[in-house]
C-alpha cells in the first residue's frame, strides 16, 4: 500500500522567511486585490518583522513602496487587525499617529512609504499591492514492505511532537506537516 503525504515548501526571497513577496503595480481596491492574490499566487502579502518588511520594500524594486497588505481590521473587535489569511498581527509598523481610522471607514492596510510603515486606509481606495507566494507539493513516500529501512512493520513513521520530540506513529495515520 502506498501512501501519499502533502508537503508545503514555503518559496523564499530571503533564507530563512516564509514566501515570496510579489508587488503588483495595478490598482485595485483591497478585496479585489485578494481575490487576485488568492487566484494568482496564495495571498495578499503578510510579515511578522522588520526583515518582512524589507522584503517588501525589495520587491516593489525602484517602483513606489506603496501599496496594499493583508492586514485589515478585525471584524469581531474593531481595535484589532488580523492577516488576509487569519492570523492575528503580532508584527505593527504603523506610522506615526496610525492607525487613525479617519471618518470610521479605514479598515485595511497599505504600505505608506519608503521605509515600509504602515497606514490604515478605506479599502474603496484603489492601490498596488503585494502578494505572498506560497507554494504546495506533493511527496511520495517510500514504498510500504521496502526492507531498506530497517524499523518494524507496524509504527515505521515518525512525528515530532509539540514539544519537540519524536514519537513513532502508525503509518497508517494522515497527519500535517510543513517544510520549512
Not at 501512501?3 to 508545503?8: D, G, P, S, V, Y
Not at 505593527?92 to 485595511?108: A, F, G, L, V, Y
Request: one cysteine or more.
Amino acid at each position: 500500500m502506498e501512501r501519499t503525504i502533502l508537503l508545503l515548501v514555503l518559496s523564499t526571497a530571503v533564507e530563512g522567511d516564509t514566501g515570496k513577496h510579489i508587488f503588483v503595480p495595478e490598482k485595485m481596491i483591497w478585496s479585489d486585490a485578494q481575490i487576485y492574490c488568492r487566484n494568482q499566487y496564495t495571498d495578499l502579502s503578510y510579515v511578522r518583522s522588520q526583515s518582512g518588511v524589507d522584503r517588501l520594500r525589495k520587491a516593489a524594486g525602484e517602483s513606489n513602496p506603496q501599496g496594499w497588505i493583508g492586514l485589515h481590521r478585525d471584524l469581531n473587535n474593531l481595535t484589532g487587525w488580523k492577516w488576509s489569511g487569519g492570523g492575528h498581527m503580532t508584527y505593527q509598523n504603523w506610522c506615526q499617529e496610525q492607525p487613525d481610522n479617519h471618518r470610521n471607514i479605514e479598515t485595511s492596510v497599505n504600505i505608506f512609504n519608503e521605509n515600509g510603515e504602515w497606514n490604515d486606509d478605506a479599502e474603496t481606495q484603489q492601490k498596488d499591492f503585494y502578494c505572498i507566494n506560497i507554494t504546495v507539493v506533493e511527496y511520495e513516500a517510500w514504498p510500504q514492505g521496502d526492507q531498506d529501512h530497517q524499523c518494524p512493520i507496524y509504527k515505521r513513521c515518525g512525528a515530532l511532537t509539540k514539544e519537540g520530540l519524536w514519537e513513532n506513529w502508525d503509518c497508517k495515520e494522515k497527519l500535517n506537516f510543513i517544510c520549512i
